[in-house]
């Protein structure tokens, strides 16, 4: 029995039988598609890049607008303080007549303090003002006339700075409104004036 | 063409991995016979060996980067062939039971050789094929590849000793096979020898 095994797996081990003629082209074609990679360009994923090329640029349109979105809000927040602020200055320049705005820059950090830095320059007759206003998300503080030298109207300045800080304060909640989001508990602002 | 023909079976191998189609065309004359007649073996119907044939040499040409060049090539080529034909038997397994028959069956080797003798190569893979999948699997990989049954139980993730008793199965099965031959040649033999007679 073993030995009809072994003449039968020997037989067999050599059996070459005749290929059917459409194998070559059948194999052939299978190999060449089996070959052909996503990443070779080839007209046969051509509407696989199309729709790809589609699919990418509607995502990044759409990340584009909501990264628009978001910094849009977050500039108008930081507006909302800036231009409180310069809002006060030119009623300065306005009624001293001489005293002009050169810069002025706000830098403002986690903790919502915010501190809005102007410098002014006297163009003929005044020496340069510089003023200085911090103020502090929960208690807005009274800004602090570092310099101030002038020779006529001193009086007028001071006032019109008295009126600068009192409009900064109004404009101080806006600001912790937009850079505050309470994620989990809600403090309601009743309390905090209570 | 001539080239080609005289190619080195390296250089042909370096071309078949380039995706070189002549080279690859060139390889697949070489091989296709011998690949063809395994797919045969371990396949149904002729139908099912050449789509077990394409599916190696697939393979053949995807793996050939992987071909160290330790023992022949042809031999690398059957034993791919090989491998694929039975990962196509056991997709065929999933969500099939093939219901066998539990009997014992015992066969006499003495009338096993006595039939196996008297047929021709062709008659005996008609009826290998005819075998059920798993019996011809075992049978092809026993007999004709010369895998132990510990080896082939490893190959298809079965039993050892599921693997001896589809062996005698099939064993049995290819009894039956060849005893129905013999009694269709009887059949024809004594049809055309009334009709000889007849015709005398």
């Not at chain 1, 890049?49 to 628009?68: D, H, Q, R, T």
């Not at chain 1, 003002?129 to 911090?134: G, H, N, R, T």
Request: include cysteine; proline fraction near 3%; charge should be neutral.
């Amino acid at each position: 029995m073993e030995n009809l095994l072994n003449q039968l797996g020997e037989n067999f081990r050599g059996f070459q039988p005749e290929v059917p003629m459409h194998m070559e082209a059948r194999v052939m074609n299978a190999v060449k598609k089996d070959q052909k990679s996503f990443w070779k360009f080839s007209l046969t994923y051509l509407n696989v890049y199309v729709a790809a090329a589609i699919a990418g640029g509607c995502l990044s349109a759409m990340l584009f607008s909501m990264s628009n979105d978001v910094t849009s809000s977050a500039e108008n927040a930081n507006v909302a303080v800036v231009v409180s602020a310069p809002a006060a200055n030119p009623s300065i320049s306005q009624n001293s007549d001489y005293i002009s705005i050169e810069k002025s820059e706000l830098i403002s950090d986690k903790s919502g303090r915010s501190q809005t830095r102007q410098q002014a320059s006297n163009s003929q007759n005044v020496k340069p003002v510089v003023e200085e206003v911090i103020t502090c998300g929960g208690t807005p503080e009274i800004p602090e006339l570092s310099e101030v030298h002038s020779n006529a109207t001193d009086e007028t300045v001071k006032t019109q700075i008295s009126q600068t800080t009192e409009i900064s304060k109004a404009s101080l909640p806006d600001l912790n409104k937009v850079e505050k989001k309470p994620k989990g508990k809600k403090f309601t602002i009743s309390t905090f004036h209570n | 063409m001539v080239s080609l023909l005289c190619m080195s079976e390296n250089q042909l191998i370096q071309d078949c991995i380039k995706g070189n189609s002549r080279a690859q065309r060139m390889f697949y004359k070489r091989f296709a016979s011998t690949v063809y007649g395994i797919c045969l073996r371990y396949a149904k119907n002729p139908m099912e060996a050449e789509d077990t044939m394409q599916e190696a040499f697939i393979k053949v040409f995807k793996y050939l980067k992987d071909y160290q060049g330790a023992g022949s090539l042809e031999g690398w080529v059957r034993r791919v062939a090989v491998n694929t034909a039975i990962t196509q038997y056991r997709k065929g397994l999933k969500g099939k039971y093939d219901a066998q028959v539990e009997e014992q069956w015992h066969l006499s080797d003495q009338s096993f050789d006595q039939m196996a003798a008297e047929y021709t190569m062709e008659e005996m893979l008609n009826c290998i094929q005819a075998l059920p999948d798993g019996y011809r699997t075992v049978f092809n990989l026993y007999v004709v590849e010369g895998y132990k049954h510990k080896e082939i139980a490893d190959m298809l993730g079965i039993d050892a000793n599921t693997s001896k008793s589809q062996l005698s199965r099939a064993k049995v099965h290819l009894q039956n096979a060849l005893l129905n031959l013999s009694r269709q040649r009887i059949k024809k033999e004594e049809y055309y020898g009334k009709f000889i007679e007849s015709a005398r």
